[in-house]
């Protein structure tokens, strides 16, 4: 079936360090990636997301680029702030009939950013 | 736009009591699905819809029902209560088709005791 695998956290890093969380996917056919954002206290939104192989999603200084030879769509950002503590989670849709909205998401990884 | 609206924000229940989790959308999206988040499992769906008259179910649906008579309108029943349901509830919509963001509610913190 379909599955995502991110990164276990907690991750916690100083303000202007790089980040990356890992992602990786299982899924028939070619599923549609997502990067969801969840900050304290609030739902999910939506970060970025890339629909076919090679595309590069991007938001707010975040990137995330869909390989499909490797399955994964890995989030990264240059420089993170301590606004970006938040819960961050990957997802993907493989649906192709009704239902095909269906999301699959990861576990999540929370994410600290010390001043 | 309200977005995607759920009610009540926080509720307690007893074992065997039943209640309804409200969700309204205000943003005429046909796909309406109701996620429940657990600590360490990410979000799980449990039941979702494609359309008024239309429901289906996710992955985790026990003890739990729904109906969608409107599009605007996607309520979660639980009918008997249990402790394994306690949980934080997320309803959501989008326009259809895959690869369309999915709108999330502010989600429902649920205690079953």
């Known amino acids: 079936g379909n599955s995502v695998t991110q990164m276990e956290g907690p991750v916690t890093l100083s303000e202007e360090a790089f980040l990356t969380i890992n992602c990786t996917y299982t899924a028939t056919g070619y599923p549609s990636l997502f990067w969801y954002v969840q900050y304290p206290g609030e739902g999910l939104q939506l970060l970025l997301k890339a629909t076919k192989a090679d595309d590069k999603g991007s938001n707010k200084g975040f990137e995330a680029t869909y390989r499909k030879e490797t399955t994964s769509f890995h989030l990264e950002k240059g420089s993170v702030q301590v606004s970006d503590s938040a819960v961050y989670f990957c997802?993907?849709?493989?649906?192709?009939?009704?239902?095909?909205?269906?999301?699959?998401f990861g576990k999540g990884t929370k994410l600290t950013v010390n001043p | 736009n309200a977005g995607v609206t759920q009610t009540p924000k926080f509720q307690v229940l007893k074992t065997g009591q039943s209640m309804t989790l409200q969700c309204a959308q205000d943003?005429?999206?046909?796909?309406m699905s109701w996620y429940r988040q657990d600590p360490g499992m990410g979000l799980r769906l449990i039941h979702y819809?494609?359309?008024?008259?239309?429901?289906d179910q996710g992955e985790v649906p026990n003890g739990y029902n729904v109906s969608r008579s409107t599009t605007e309108d996607f309520p979660l029943r639980l009918l008997s209560a249990a402790p394994s349901q306690t949980s934080v509830y997320f309803c959501a919509s989008s326009y259809g088709l895959a690869g369309n963001e999915q709108f999330f509610g502010p989600g429902t913190r649920l205690t079953v005791l």
């Open positions: 943003m005429n999206h046909e796909y």
């Open positions: 997802a993907l849709q493989a649906g192709t009939q009704g239902g095909s909205e269906k999301l699959v």
């Open positions: 819809s494609v359309g008024a008259g239309i429901t």
